[in-house]
């Protein structure tokens, strides 16, 4: 309800700040659409590509279906004015899913210049990887549902006095996670879950370099997430097992979200930092060709302080390349990618005592944290789906548990696309994947799983608005088991504002 609330503020806000015609002109370019999905398949979870990467509208169960509805506005219509302005409202009725009724996003966004300011759910898109055929960001990626969240953007701008060779673009945001009463639902008697929780997201990014003058630039970037606040329930540490915890969430808990400052209570005696918080370091280059087109990045996740810097090396990366071809009827991008995340600082965690004064800050365990749920939402990780959600946790036999069982990972991954004509359009996605589960419980060998999708998107000249699109997919080891089935979505989309 409260991301209604705010879109109906800020939509009172811009249509008091524009006259009538003004107003009429942000509304053109208005669009409904309607879908319709169903998945059907074997084994004991649908394949991982007919359910990642899809903003958490992906459900891992066998037999699925959905249907939805929205209303949208690309804020990007108003590119060429200074004041600018964006909403959604999409619903869908789901079944085989973790909700019945979903809210996928409600926003509201208004622009003035560089300024931009989002409030509600809204699905953000990855700053680097391309979202057909990533297998997806570490840290802040497209596989589950979207944050209600207070969003500021400053967009892309030159630094003065560089001439467009230095550009700055940032953000900050706070939000709240819905999830807190699904996850008591969900979560076994006597397992850990939180409600309430509060969510901080930050970023920076530069780029260097003027694609009109030379076609390499390069980008470097820093995000950073947290989630901190609310109440943690069943928490179980050294010290004691089943503990109710309230965190602080005053202003004073905003302001160590932001700076990463701050203690929980369970850390006793070796203070870390309230809530928790995780990010990755980020960098690109790119070849600005007239017809190729292609980039290099490399993205660096780190749970803690101990990451953050290169204190312990860099053993674990996602590392990737894309490149887009000449018009042609075969293939138009390419993707290919290698994951690695089985280091983690090391095998050896010690904090500093009396006796044994330095300190060894392994052992990170990604995704996880002793009083939150982790880095999920609604049971799919937030960052990169290889890394196994917990909803898969029954395939591990320790059923509903909000807990990321296997999150040290070697992976490669390869994405095609190609448009054979203007109403044909088709992708293939390509995982191989060894798994060790975790440092605290590690898998009793080391465990392949291999997934594959082939999809057709087909959009009639004949019947304008109208698409669908088809998919089969495979899942082959003995991590999530095998499993073979398809996926079909029609979709219907109209201008409402013209």
Do not use: C
Not at 235 to 250: A, F, L
């Amino acid at each position: 309800m409260k991301t209604f609330h705010f879109t109906a503020i800020l939509l009172a806000i811009a249509s008091s700040s524009l006259s009538a015609q003004d107003f009429k002109s942000h509304l053109r370019g208005t669009e409904l659409t309607f879908e319709v999905s169903g998945t059907a398949s074997s084994g004991d979870y649908a394949p991982l590509w007919l359910t990642s990467n899809r903003y958490g509208l992906g459900s891992v169960e066998p037999y699925s279906n959905y249907e939805r509805a929205r209303v949208e506005r690309d804020i990007r219509l108003d590119a060429d004015l200074n004041w600018r302005l964006g909403y959604g409202l999409d619903l869908a009725l789901a079944f085989g899913h973790e909700r019945r009724g979903i809210v996928q996003q409600a926003y509201v966004e208004g622009a003035w210049k560089k300024l931009r300011l989002t409030l509600g759910a809204k699905q953000q898109p990855m700053e680097a990887q391309n979202a057909e055929l990533s297998s997806g960001a570490l840290s802040l990626g497209i596989n589950g549902r979207p944050i209600p969240q207070v969003r500021l953007d400053i967009d892309q701008f030159s630094f003065p006095g560089t001439k467009g060779w230095w550009k700055w673009k940032l953000y900050a945001s706070y939000g709240w996670m819905t999830d807190g009463r699904w996850q008591q639902k969900w979560a076994e008697p006597n397992t850990r879950y939180a409600r309430h929780v509060l969510y901080h997201e930050k970023a920076l990014y530069w780029d260097f370099g003027r694609a009109d003058i030379f076609p390499l630039t390069f980008g470097i970037g820093l995000r950073m997430a947290t989630t901190f606040g609310g109440t943690s329930y069943n928490v179980k540490t050294s010290r004691s097992e089943g503990t109710v915890y309230k965190h602080d969430s005053g202003l004073k808990a905003y302001w160590q979200a932001l700076t990463a400052q701050g203690s929980d209570a369970t850390d006793g005696t070796d203070p870390n930092v309230a809530g928790n918080h995780l990010g990755s370091w980020l960098l690109q280059l790119r070849y600005h060709g007239k017809a190729w087109k292609a980039k290099a990045y490399f993205e660096r996740f780190f749970e803690d302080h101990s990451m953050l810097t290169l204190q312990y090396g860099i053993r674990d990366m996602l590392i990737g390349g894309e490149v887009s071809v000449p018009s042609n009827p075969f293939v138009s991008t390419a993707v290919l990618e290698y994951l690695s995340t089985t280091n983690q600082s090391g095998a050896v965690f010690h904090d500093p005592t009396k006796t044994l004064p330095d300190q060894i800050a392994g052992r990170d365990n990604y995704y996880n944290h002793l009083n939150y749920s982790g880095w999920q939402n609604y049971g799919l990780t937030l960052g990169n789906p290889l890394i196994t959600s917990p909803l898969y946790n029954g395939a591990f036999g320790v059923g509903h548990q909000l807990h990321f069982m296997n999150n040290r990972v070697k992976a490669w991954h390869v994405g095609l696309s190609g448009d054979p004509s203007s109403e044909w359009h088709w992708r293939l996605l390509v995982s191989f994947t060894r798994n060790w589960g975790t440092y605290d419980v590690p898998l009793s060998d080391v465990l392949r799983q291999n997934s594959a999708l082939a999809e057709v998107t087909y959009r009639p000249r004949f019947a304008p608005g109208w698409g669908a699109k088809a998919g089969l997919a495979l899942d082959r080891g003995k991590l999530l088991g095998n499993s073979f089935g398809g996926q079909l979505t029609i979709s219907k989309q109209l201008t409402l504002v013209k």
